[in-house]
């Protein structure tokens, strides 16, 4: 691949939103680098979404010099700095050891040319000074660029996946994400530490925060493909692994905008596992009650509805096969497994729809408080989904109807 001049890397920097306010509180004598995915993706001319900066020198003293919002981790010599709307991590130089596979490592100072070495992928142990007389230069290890040219992952020594397991997911982060293919030793290795069960080596909140990464990926289908390929995705459960690629996409295009296609995804690739195991699984892997809460449901249950929605007729039916409290994550999986226009509808239109009355007016109606409350409101709503009460009035004249009629 061949490598910009120091001037026009300087300008593709800059042409970035998150490079002005870093670029203008850097000292001109600073030895600063631009590190990692970022460089990666300006010499593949694609737009960074992160700029993380290493300095060969002390961090606090670029950090005071930037000024903002300064966030200090001694034990790994990084810290993080907020300008305006920007974030950017900021770490020493460093030398990582581990006392054991899986370990977290342990940190000293080193050069910049010993920190490249220690990064998960030679795509990825790429550095560009900000500063300085060689700002614009790229620094990197041997065989990075023509790895980057030919688009293949490639670990930069035999023992990284021993090391640090999560580096399997990321490698199927990375594959689906830059569609490069492993380079066929590092393959070798994957293998190896998959048999090995290295995953077992680190926790299970270590696992799930890259994994939460990988579906948090702008396209998670290619991302699970990638770590199904891979075997990865099995060496978390027997069971996780996304089979069905066209159901997927048929699911993320009927999820809405208030929808999270990181639940759905992980839904998607989870189908297989029963409802209790799932929850468990989640658990151990650190998810947040939530987010595991919302994967279980579209997982397990999305059959069972859409079995539901395909035998409603009416508006109200649709509604009342989904209930409330619903989330759009198991609506849009069961619209793709067969209830396509049922869950669209709810999806982009019923949802939507409000009373405009509420308890309080029908007991100034008249109604005592009790059960039929609710089942007068119910009968409303079902009659506004249906077309039947098109304004307040009507409304409340259903509700105290289906409430009268009840008892």
Not at 186 to 211: K, Y
Not at 347 to 376: F, M, N, W, Y
Request: net charge negative.
């Amino acid at each position: 691949m061949d490598v910009p001049p120091p001037a026009e890397l300087l300008e593709r920097v800059r042409s970035l939103r998150a490079a002005g306010p870093l670029l203008a509180g850097l000292p001109d004598a600073s030895d600063v680098y631009l590190v990692g995915g970022a460089v990666r993706d300006l010499l593949l001319h694609r737009t960074p979404h992160e700029l993380d900066l290493v300095v060969d020198g002390d961090v606090a003293e670029i950090a005071a010099a930037l000024g903002g919002e300064l966030r200090l981790y001694d034990r790994f010599g990084t810290s993080t700095v907020r300008l305006g709307d920007f974030t950017y991590d900021i770490a020493r130089s460093r030398r990582e050891t581990y006392a054991h596979p899986g370990a977290l490592p342990d940190v000293t100072p080193a050069p910049l040319d010993v920190d490249l070495l220690r990064r998960d992928f030679t795509v990825n142990s790429l550095a560009a000074a900000l500063a300085g007389p060689e700002a614009g230069v790229i620094r990197f290890p041997s065989g990075a660029l023509d790895d980057l040219a030919l688009g293949r992952l490639r670990v930069l020594h035999d023992g990284s996946f021993r090391d640090d397991p999560t580096r399997m997911l990321r490698l199927a982060r990375y594959a689906g994400r830059l569609g490069f293919a492993v380079e066929p030793h590092t393959r070798e290795l994957l293998d190896d530490a998959l048999a090995a069960g290295a995953l077992t080596t680190v926790s299970g909140s270590r696992a799930g925060a890259e994994l939460r990464l990988l579906a948090s990926e702008l396209d998670p289908i290619a991302a699970l493909v990638s770590a199904g390929e891979l075997g990865i995705d099995r060496a978390i459960h027997p069971r996780l692994h996304l089979d069905d690629p066209e159901l997927a996409g048929r699911a993320l295009s009927l999820l809405p905008a208030d929808g999270r296609r990181d639940r759905l995804a992980l839904a998607l690739a989870a189908r297989e596992i029963p409802e209790h195991e799932l929850a468990a699984l989640l658990e151990s892997l650190a998810f947040e009650a939530p987010d595991r809460d919302a994967i279980v449901a579209a997982a397990t249950r999305a059959p069972e509805l859409a079995r539901r929605l395909r035998a409603a007729q009416r508006p109200s039916q649709i509604a009342a096969a989904i209930g409330p409290g619903a989330r759009p994550e198991l609506v849009a999986l069961a619209g793709a497994l067969g209830a396509e226009r049922e869950a669209s509808e709810w999806l982009t239109r019923l949802r939507e729809i409000k009373l405009e009355i509420d308890g309080s007016d029908l007991i100034a109606a008249g109604l005592s408080q009790g059960p039929a409350v609710g089942r007068g409101l119910a009968a409303a709503l079902a009659a506004k989904l249906d077309g039947l009460a098109r304004d307040r009035a009507a409304e409340l004249a259903e509700a105290l109807r289906a409430a009268n009629d009840s008892g």
